[in-house]
Every structure is written in structure tokens, then in C-alpha cells.
């Protein structure tokens, strides 16, 4: 079934790498999955763009795409951070209201407080040492626990609903489940599934 509105999918990759075409398997099945046409950012990466680029860049196209309608925000890995940064700087602008949000093992904390020094064994993507590179060029002098780039250190009150998906053999499993906390004690609607 056609569903009216659009997913607005934002890339993993740190904020660093990645692109439309790397996820475009994955938001091939999201389209047939929700029925929705999805929109994949072709956000501006750091280093060449430091932050706070990529939120300005998400948060100008979901502007845009809400005049034709419902905009869901979805991303994975770091996209799944951006995603959620945006629907709070929405908020606190007065912006257009996402219907909902998709987070695909979000990066949320990018200090990596609390994340364990070696991944675990299933990991196949993600390094702590690879993280913190990448934090270091997309944020510059930016401290890391600035909201939008640590969104689980966020006021999250307010927010639509969200669901966090992640499996136990990666890095950001942890914080999946720190944000699917966060977000009920804001008393926003959430559900996380591992």
C-alpha cells in the first residue's frame, strides 16, 4: 500500500563517508517496507564540511519535503544520530513536526562515554579508535557533547515517536539502549528492538 509523505533517510558512515548509492539496498526495502517514497540525503561530509553542516543540511530538506506531506526521519549509524539531532533542532525552531523517527543503531553519543574499548566479536564495522577519528573531523573545536552532536545528552521531551533497532553484536548497541531510556523518561513514545 502507498503511503502518503516521505522518508527522509540519512546515511551511516561517521559523518565522514557514505553516500545515497552505498544505502541504496537498504532504502530500496524501506521504500517497499512502508510504502513511502523515500528521499536519501546527499548530506554535505566532514572533513571538507565540518558540523554543524549535515544537521543544517537535514534540517533544510525535511523543511522542504513537509509541504507534500508527513516526513519520517530514518538513518542508521551516524545517520541515525543526524536524524534524531534534527528532529530536535525542529523542535526548538518551531519547525515542521516529523511524523516519526527510524533509528538503525544511532550513533547518539558521539564522546563514546561508557562505549567498551573493543567492539564486540560480531562487530564488522565500527572501531572505537575509527569513531573518535572521525568525531574529531566532523566537530573540530565543537565540544562532543554539544546536543546535536550527542543528541542522547539532549532534552529529548517533545519528540515524535521513535523506533530504535539494533543487534547486540555491535559497538552502538549500548547506546541504543541508553537512548530508548533517555527517551521514555522524556516521555516520549518510544520502542527499541534488539
Do not use: K, N
Not at 557533547?145 to 532534552?155: E, F, G, K, Q, V
Amino acid at each position: 500500500a502507498v503511503r502518503a509523505g516521505t522518508l527522509l533517510y540519512l546515511h551511516g558512515g561517521a559523518y565522514c563517508v557514505g553516500s545515497p548509492a552505498t544505502h541504496r539496498a537498504l532504502t530500496g526495502r524501506l521504500a517497499r517496507a512502508t510504502g513511502m517514497a523515500v528521499f536519501a540525503l546527499d548530506y554535505r561530509l566532514a572533513p571538507e564540511h565540518r558540523f554543524p553542516a549535515a544537521v543544517d543540511d537535514a534540517v533544510a530538506a525535511a523543511r522542504a519535503l513537509a509541504d507534500a506531506g508527513p516526513v519520517v526521519l530514518a538513518g542508521d549509524s551516524a545517520g541515525g544520530g543526524l536524524a534524531l539531532a534534527t528532529a530536535i533542532a525542529l523542535r526548538d525552531a518551531a519547525g515542521p513536526r516529523p511524523a516519526a523517527l527510524l533509528l538503525l543503531s544511532p550513533w547518539v553519543d558521539m564522546a563514546m562515554d561508557g562505549t567498551p574499548p573493543e567492539p564486540p566479536p560480531g562487530e564488522a564495522m565500527l572501531s572505537v579508535p575509527w569513531a573518535q577519528a572521525c568525531a574529531a573531523h566532523c566537530l573540530g573545536a565543537t565540544d562532543p557533547r554539544h546536543p546535536w552532536a550527542s543528541p542522547l545528552r539532549a532534552d529529548l521531551a517533545g519528540l515524535p515517536p521513535v523506533l530504535v533497532q539494533a543487534g547486540t553484536d555491535e559497538l552502538l548497541h549500548g547506546q541504543a539502549l541508553a537512548l530508548h531510556a533517555a527517551l521514555e523518561a522524556a516521555g516520549v513514545g518510544a520502542r527499541c528492538e534488539i
